[in-house]
C-alpha cells in the first residue's frame, strides 16, 4: 500500500497536522514532513526541540480493531531502527517506550497517539530524528545520525527509506492467511483486508 508524503516548511507540530488532517476525512496513509516545528511534543507533553536539518515527520494510518497497541510499536520501533541503521555505522538500540540509541545516546525518538475518526481509530506516529545536531538536555546523553557516517547524510534517503519500509509494513499489516492443513498437502491462501485473494500456495506435507 503506498503512502502519500506531504511536506511543509514550518509546522506546529506534525502530529498535530495528522490530527487536524484525519478529522477533516483526509484518512489516506499519509507520512508528514517538516523542516521545523515551532511546538513540537514529546512524551508527556514534553518539549521537543527542533532544530533546522533534522527531521520531524508523522506518519499516519487506520488501526484496525484486530490489532494491539503493544504488538504495533514492537513492530514500528524495529521497522524505524533497522530504516536507520543503514546510515549510520554503529548499531542502534531501542530505548522503551519511545528513544532509539546509539551507544546508549538518543537520538530518535518516537511519539504515538490514537485518533478516532467516524468511528475508525487512526494511529499516529510521530518521529524526530536528530541527524546532523543534537539539543541540550539535562540529565540525558543525546547525540546525532552525521556523528557515526563519514559521509554526508542526506536526509532525502532517509524520507525515502523509512517511506519503503512502513509501506511494506502497511501492507503486512493488511494481510491475513487462512490454512487448509491435510494429511499430505496444505494449501495457504494470502488474503487482504477485504477479503481479495492475493496469493495461493500448496505445500506438500508427506
Known amino acids: 500500500m503506498k503512502i502519500q508524503i506531504i511536506k511543509y516548511d514550518s509546522v506546529d507540530s506534525t502530529n498535530n497536522v495528522a490530527i487536524r488532517r484525519i478529522k477533516k476525512g483526509k484518512i489516506k496513509p499519509t507520512l508528514i514532513i517538516a523542516?521545523?516545528?515551532?511546538?513540537g511534543r514529546g512524551?508527556?507533553?514534553?518539549?521537543?526541540?527542533?532544530?533546522?536539518?533534522?527531521?520531524f515527520m508523522s506518519f499516519y494510518f487506520n488501526l484496525k480493531k484486530s490489532v494491539t497497541i503493544r504488538s504495533l510499536s514492537k513492530k514500528i520501533y524495529t521497522t524505524l531502527k533497522k530504516s536507520l541503521e543503514k546510515f549510520v555505522n554503529e548499531k542502534i538500540t531501542i530505548k522503551l517506550p519511545?528513544?532509539?540509541?546509539?551507544?546508549?545516546?538518543?537520538v530518535c525518538g518516537i511519539l504515538q497517539e490514537t485518533v478516532t475518526y467516524n468511528n475508525d481509530k487512526y494511529f499516529i506516529v510521530g518521529i524526530g530524528i536528530n541527524v546532523i545536531n543534537s539539543p541540550k538536555i539535562n540529565?540525558?546523553?543525546v547525540s546525532f545520525l552525521q556523528k557515526y557516517n563519514n559521509n554526508k547524510i542526506n536526509k532525502n534517503d532517509i524520507y525515502t527509506n523509512i517511506k519503503n519500509n512502513f509501506e511494506k509494513f502497511i501492507w503486512l499489516k493488511n494481510m491475513y492467511l487462512i490454512g487448509d492443513i491435510g494429511n499430505t498437502e496444505t494449501k495457504i491462501c494470502l488474503f487482504n483486508n477485504k477479503k481479495k485473494l492475493l496469493k495461493k500456495k500448496s505445500l506438500n506435507t508427506t
Not at 35 to 39: C, G, S
Not at 43 to 55: A, D, F, L, M, P
Open 139 to 141: 540529565n540525558k546523553q
Open 43 to 55: 512524551q508527556y507533553g514534553r518539549k521537543w526541540t527542533s532544530y533546522r536539518g533534522n527531521i
Open 35 to 39: 523542516n521545523l516545528q515551532k511546538r
Open 98 to 106: 519511545n528513544d532509539l540509541l546509539i551507544k546508549g545516546s538518543k
